[in-house]
């Protein structure tokens, strides 16, 4: 079963538009997440990351916002550019484990 | 600072070979952990090691192994490869062993034919 998942395989927004990218998790042991953005043959890049004990976190055109009752965390990219198109990962980890756990991704495609 | 190192980035391996391939983490950082992603799957955990120890093992057949080197290197071995085993393989490092900020390396794309 899935504990990290984004819902969204796909995403289109128009340049200079805002950008919302959503997941949700099932385990309630997990206090911090991750997002990463994905070109194709790449690593994945560390874009931004929001500890449980939060509800905001901001950093320059990217802001995470985590509902912890809600087990749902989302990725706003204010304006969306071209170069933000990509695939976005949501990451979870938490508890015991030390590794992380992967959503499958939502590719954004942001149109000139 | 460099990054995350792996090598080789290109890999053609033959079904019933075994192949190894080699991270080295950002320096001072002793927590590395390998991924494997295959398309539809999306980043699947394989295992993480923090000072030499490994510390959680994903759901992976045994075929799959890995160390970790006092300088905090680490390589991971496929024995016996499977044509399913065609994959990007990606390693990350993190200084701290909860991987509040982990940082990938570039992958080893590797191919079983």
């Known amino acids: 079963d899935q504990q990290v998942k984004q819902n969204s395989p796909s995403l289109s927004v128009q340049e200079g538009r805002i950008s919302i990218l959503n997941c949700d998790y099932t385990?309630?042991?997990?206090?911090?997440f991750l997002w990463y953005k994905k070109y194709p043959a790449e690593g994945p890049t560390f874009l931004i990351s929001?500890?449980?004990?939060?509800d905001k976190n901001e950093d320059g055109r990217f802001t995470v916002f985590l509902n912890k009752s809600a087990k749902h965390l989302s990725l706003h990219i204010v304006p969306s550019q071209p170069g933000d198109s990509a695939v976005y990962f949501c990451?979870?980890?938490?508890?015991?484990?030390?590794?992380?756990?992967f959503g499958k991704g939502t590719k954004l495609s942001v149109k000139p | 600072k460099a990054g995350v190192t792996q090598t080789p980035r290109y890999l053609i391996k033959t079904r019933g070979q075994q192949v190894t391939l080699s991270c080295s983490p950002i320096?001072?950082?002793?927590?590395v952990s390998w991924y494997q992603q295959t398309p539809g799957q999306g980043l699947q955990f394989l295992f993480e090691?923090?000072?030499?120890?490994?510390?959680n093992k994903g759901n992976f057949p045994g075929r799959f192994s890995g160390r970790q080197f006092s300088n905090s290197r680490s390589e991971m071995n496929v024995s016996t490869l499977e044509l399913g085993d065609s994959a990007l393989y990606l390693c990350?490092?993190?200084?701290?062993?909860?991987?509040?900020?982990?940082?990938f390396g570039q992958g080893t794309r590797l191919t079983v034919v």
């Open positions: 990350a490092s993190s200084w701290d062993s909860r991987n509040t900020e982990a940082f």
């Open positions: 385990n309630s042991m997990f206090d911090y």
């Open positions: 929001i500890s449980s004990i939060k």
């Open positions: 990451a979870a980890t938490g508890g015991s484990q030390g590794n992380l756990i």
């Open positions: 320096s001072g950082h002793r927590s």
């Open positions: 090691y923090f000072s030499e120890t490994q510390r």
